[in-house]
């Protein structure tokens, strides 16, 4: 039933809407690195080791930035597929990453956002140990 429904003419609203969503996250990501909000949830001036810091501060950049990527290219897939009226054929994470594969340069930008994700997965280890909390 839920098949049905979203391949009609809701379902092309409704993955309007989740296109422009996640085109909205993208550009948060985006906005984090650039502005470097993301370093407000942590006690950055504490942190005694000079090489933390830099963790920090590089990881959640390069991570923040590879999550911008992907967020950008699944809004693409979900707008794409609301323009075409083909909502019944939706690609997913894995296929973001087999979008980027099969672009030209594409083993470069797999590697470059894989690398970027892997920067995400310890900036969020740097987080769980060093984030500040508000009491």
Same mark, same amino acid.
């Given at each position: 039933?839920?098949? $049905? ?14 296109? %422009?969503?996640?085109?909205?996250? $993208? ?7 650039? /502005? ?7 006690? /950055?001036? $504490? %942190? ?7 963790? %920090?501060?590089?990881? @959640? /950049?390069?991570?923040? =930035?590879?999550?911008? =990527? ?21 690609? $997913? ?17 797999? @590697?470059?956002?894989?690398? @970027?994700?892997?920067? *995400?997965?310890? *900036? ?5 140990? *060093? ?5």
């Amino acid at each position: 039933m839920l098949s $049905s429904f979203l391949t009609g003419d809701a379902g092309v609203y409704i993955f309007t809407a989740i296109g %422009i969503d996640l085109v909205a996250t $993208s550009f948060f990501q985006f906005k984090k690195a650039f /502005y470097k909000d993301f370093l407000k949830k942590f006690d /950055y001036e $504490s %942190i005694s080791k000079e090489k933390r810091r830099k963790t %920090i501060k590089n990881t @959640g /950049y390069l991570g923040l =930035i590879a999550r911008g =990527i992907i967020f950008a290219i699944l809004a693409y897939f979900f707008i794409r597929a609301a323009v075409e009226h083909s909502t019944s054929d939706i690609k $997913s994470t894995p296929d973001a990453f087999v979008f980027l594969q099969e672009s030209p340069m594409g083993s470069w930008l797999m @590697g470059i956002v894989a690398a @970027g994700m892997v920067c *995400y997965s310890i *900036y969020v280890f740097m987080m769980v140990k *060093y984030r500040k909390f508000r009491t």
